[in-house]
């Protein structure tokens, strides 16, 4: 199905969210809820907005939304070892 980029009413606030169109009439956004699109836009028409963003002036320093800070865990992280000591011993029987 084709996703699209959609400007519709959140409380009464214009919000933009990511849709498709299951059947005619009847739009549904990318968390499950039900959408009425006041203008929308396909996303494969979108992708050449992309490229003058990125050669902006100003863009390699603009603030990150997942900004990561300290070190990257090794690639042989093993998350089960980590918590291993937070979850409860189960004993098992034979």
């Not at 959140?10 to 739009?27: H, K, T």
């Not at 002036?57 to 937070?86: C, R, T, Y």
Request: proline share 10%; with cysteine.
């Amino acid at each position: 199905m084709t996703q699209y980029l959609i400007l519709h009413k959140v409380r009464g606030e214009p919000s933009f969210d990511c849709a498709e169109e299951i059947e005619p009439g009847m739009w549904i956004t990318n968390s499950g809820y039900r959408a009425y699109p006041f203008l929308k836009w396909e996303f494969d028409s979108l992708i050449g907005l992309m490229s003058p963003v990125e050669n902006s002036p100003g863009w390699a320093n603009w603030p990150d939304h997942f900004q990561v800070q300290g070190e990257k865990p090794p690639s042989n992280f093993n998350i089960m070892e980590a918590i291993s000591g937070l979850l409860p011993k189960i004993r098992r029987r034979v």
